[in-house]
């Protein structure tokens, strides 16, 4: 007689529960991940920043420490991780959920700048850990690459669902505390949909179909260190938008609050997903990934063309319509081409994406000083995406 101990039922237990599930349910709750990890746990405070400001908590110098800070734990997160076991991924996941959720709900807490810096530093570990985990799950555990664009959807919904909830809290007269409180619960409720699913390693049931088109169309695609220079470029090309944008759009929209350009910001991510994934199909790698770029940066540029409500709007839709659209087409790609680099290509992706976050607002801190214009990083930043996209064809 064979004996079963319980964690081989609890385990075969969860396997069959996987085996049942939709095949879309995977890619929904990974995007949940994405959802809190990164919309909520990451670009939250993009928000939040001003309202911050305006409350006495931060400085705008002191904000721009706690961006570089969270760009500094995402490299330090995606360093991590990046010799994780696949199998520990979920696990992982479920950290990030957790671990996000806390530090946005740590953020209500009144505390001298340094504290915030401490826990953007720590936000920007989890939300790493979220980005890099839910993908490794989803594609390697799981078996299910296909799920690409709903996974980085999630970034966009976090974004758009955070924001509006600024927006509301604002508008009822809530101060940054409250706010944070309120963006901490919405978090741990996206949180619960999400965390039965991380327990199981069912294989999706259509593992290969729209994964083999993609890849048939990407033959001739970049290899693992251009793809690296042209991620880290656009890590750097977009974060004076994400860092600033609600910051630098609130003396132009009269009586509209800016955080709606933030949450358009959101909408224009969410759904673009399914465009370049589509797009990435169409024309592989380096057409698809170097047209998002050259988007991207043009919407980058427009805030330092013109200073209309208009652009700044067009702005954050053509950017928030691009930057994940980078991730679906990149890290699928990079999955592509691991198997040639002994190393966690995703991990080392993101952290090159992490370096040029940091160098971001730094970079601009150092050009506004001269300029008292956002001007300046804004050109520097749509520089560096047209390399980017250079890079797509070496």
Not at 38 to 62: C, E, I, K, N, Q
Not at 256 to 269: E, K, Q, R, S, V
Not at 286 to 311: K, Y
Request: one cysteine or more; proline letters at 6%; hydrophobic letters at 55%.
């Amino acid at each position: 007689m064979v004996r079963t101990s319980p964690a081989d039922v609890a385990s075969r237990t969860l396997d069959q529960v996987g085996n049942a599930m939709p095949s879309w349910m995977p890619s929904l709750a990974a995007a949940l991940v994405m959802a809190v990890g990164m919309g909520f746990g990451r670009f939250a405070f993009t928000g939040m920043y001003p309202l911050m400001v305006r409350d006495g908590l931060l400085s705008v110098s002191a904000g721009s420490l706690a961006a570089s800070a969270n760009y500094a734990g995402y490299l330090v997160g995606a360093l991590a991780v990046s010799r994780m076991p696949q199998r520990a991924a979920p696990r992982f996941c479920r950290i990030a959920l957790v671990g996000s959720a806390l530090c946005l709900l740590a953020l209500a807490v009144p505390a001298a700048p340094w504290f915030f810096i401490g826990v953007r530093f720590l936000a920007g570990v989890l939300s790493a850990i979220a980005l890099i985990c839910a993908s490794v799950w989803l594609f390697q555990v799981v078996g299910h690459p296909h799920g690409a664009p709903l996974l980085f959807s999630g970034v966009g919904a976090g974004i758009l669902l955070s924001a509006e909830l600024i927006a509301a809290g604002n508008l009822a007269g809530w101060h940054s505390p409250l706010l944070w409180m309120a963006i901490g619960g919405g978090a741990a409720i996206l949180s619960l949909p999400a965390w039965p699913y991380l327990g199981g390693h069912a294989q999706a049931r259509q593992p290969h179909a729209a994964a083999s088109a993609t890849g048939e169309a990407n033959a001739g695609g970049p290899g693992p260190w251009p793809l690296v220079a042209s991620y880290g470029l656009a890590g750097f090309g977009y974060i004076v938008t994400a860092t600033y944008l609600p910051l630098f759009v609130r003396d132009a929209l009269g009586h509209i609050d800016p955080i709606h350009i933030w949450a358009a910001f959101g909408l224009g991510a969410a759904p673009s997903c399914f465009l370049w994934h589509a797009l990435h199909g169409r024309l592989g790698t380096r057409r698809a990934l170097a047209l998002n770029l050259l988007v991207q940066a043009a919407g980058v540029i427009l805030p330092a063309l013109s200073h209309s409500a208009v652009a700044y709007l067009a702005s954050a839709l053509l950017v928030g319509g691009t930057f994940v659209g980078t991730v679906t087409i990149a890290m699928p790609a990079a999955k592509r081409v691991a198997h040639r680099v002994t190393f966690n290509l995703l991990a080392i992706m993101t952290a090159a994406y992490g370096v040029g976050q940091i160098a971001g607002p730094l970079v601009s801190t150092a050009l506004m000083a001269h300029s008292h214009s956002f001007s300046g990083p804004l050109a520097a930043a749509a520089g560096t995406l047209l390399a980017a996209a250079a890079f797509c064809f070496l």
